[in-house]
């Protein structure tokens, strides 16, 4: 039977919409009738929501303005709320009825505030709850709601929101640092006015989980102190955006690095040639002195106070400088002799000892395969190169034959060490930078050759900070060995670390340069030299 035919009967209407589903027009103001066709469709095992479009058209506009009904068929089916009378679209608890549905049935009917009377779209409670749901639904909100800072604060966990905003609300500047912690705090510092730009309070709260964005901040507040000490405290690598004259302001740096001693790296040159300045910044932190130019190393007030700050020696004395790293370098060796000794046993039945391991070949030598490598070789190389640096109380000591008594007292061989050591060879040079490139900066003018500057920077690129003149090539080559690192984490030296190969060679020419000034003697007819006295 045609669900328009006019001359159908109220029995006829409700068989129909028991078995099939569907309302006749003739009925469609019929509770009773509507019902049993909802009760046939959403019985079917097929039913999703929207499938009542038909039963709802066909509904009189008497019982699409019935509250009570209607707000039961949107507790089946929310589209039902498209069918509404204009009344109800303005009613806040048909609107706020809905709320309670998913976003994702929502969107799939379109249901937002666009079907909402004009009034609930300017009442706060209505909008909280849909844009709670959906921020996008803060477009079709009232102006005076999209003013409202609590209500675009909460549409902004949503993205695309955040362009929904009023204008009025980027004046606020209390808005604007709120916006700060939204999950799209970049969509909302890209919408904040230039003004902002150039307010420290605004700048902090947007830098300070992104310090990048302190490129876009003004030159007033860049140069300003408080502003950018206090951006340090959040994070050292905001001395990249500091300007070149407070890298070379020493109150600001010293600050800096009070505040954290890895903005040290950034001070300009000039500090470092500065010997009140490099004082002051090891009373902060000692382990900064390598900072410091040769210059203002070789300064006595500089040395003086490194050892005051850090107690390194009994008294700052050359000789004590010499016992306590003379036990610092025999210590490996006492421990490892401790440890080769086999335990006491009971005299019967006690094995054959077996000997004592002789000396490897190279730096180690191996005692109970526990190997005593170069690093207590590095270590006492470091340590007394410091000492050699700052020559203890004016004593007058010859540090590089110092280390090579040293050294060849615990290996065997003998180690180049170039500071103060005025008949530097162009061997020895190299040498000594290829296994530390900063040493370059001990290197004589004349000694810094091109081949010593790349065999620097090759072994470590920051060699060429400490590079007097440094050339195109070697600048170039500098940049290669960085990124090349940076990348692959590996030094790309063309002379590769072989401490052994270096110390044989250094001890080599020694020995070829004392022969030589020995047979110039000899010629002269000067007295014969033992061998205890060639031995030093």
Known sequence: MPQNDTSITREEA??????????AKKFGGDKEVVIRAVQKLVADPSFETGDLHDVFKAMSNELKDDKQFMMGLMKVDPSAIHYVSARLRDDKDVALSLTSVSKQTLDKHFINLYVFSDRLRDDKDVVLAYVGKNGEDLQHASYRMRSDAEVAR??????????????????????????????????????????????????????????????????????????????????????????EELKKDPGFMLDAIKTDKMTASYMDRSLRKDVDFMIDVIKVDASLYNLASPSVSGDDRFMKTYWDVTGMTRSGKAEDIIDELEALIQEPRREAERESKEPEVVPAEAPKLEPKPEPSSDLSFQADKKVIDPE??????????????RQADGWNVPWPEVFRELTKQLTGEAYPMIYGYADQTHEECLDAVSLHGTDVRFVLPENQTT?????????????????????????????????????????????????????????????????????EERAEDAPVVSDDETSL
């Open 14 to 23: 409700l068989r129909l919409a028991k078995e099939e589903g569907v309302v």
């Open 154 to 243: 909460l549409a902004a966990n949503n993205r695309k929101a955040i362009q929904f905003i009023a204008p009025v609300l980027w004046q606020d500047k209390d808005f604007v640092i709120s916006m700060s912690t939204s999950p799209y705090s970049k969509e909302a510092f890209e919408r904040i006015p230039e003004r902002f730009m150039d307010d420290a309070d605004v700048m902090k709260a947007y830098s300070s989980p992104f310090f990048g964005r302190l490129a876009l901040a003004s030159e007033r507040l860049l140069h300003d102190k408080a502003f950018m000490l206090d951006m340090i405290k959040v994070n050292s690598m905001v001395m990249e955006y500091v300007p």
């Open 376 to 389: 207590a070789i590095k270590q006492a190389y470091d340590t007394l190169l410091f000492a050699a640096i």
């Open 451 to 519: 081949d010593v500057c790349l065999a620097a920077v090759r072994q470590d690129p920051k060699a060429i900070d400490y590079i007097a003149d440094p050339t195109p090539e070697v600048i170039k080559e500098a940049e290669r060995v960085r990124l090349h690192q940076q990348q692959f984490g590996t030094p790309v030296s063309d002379r590769p670390y072989d401490l052994q190969r270096l110390l044989n060679e250094a001890e080599a020419a020694r020995r070829a340069k004392r022969e030589v000034e020995f047979s």
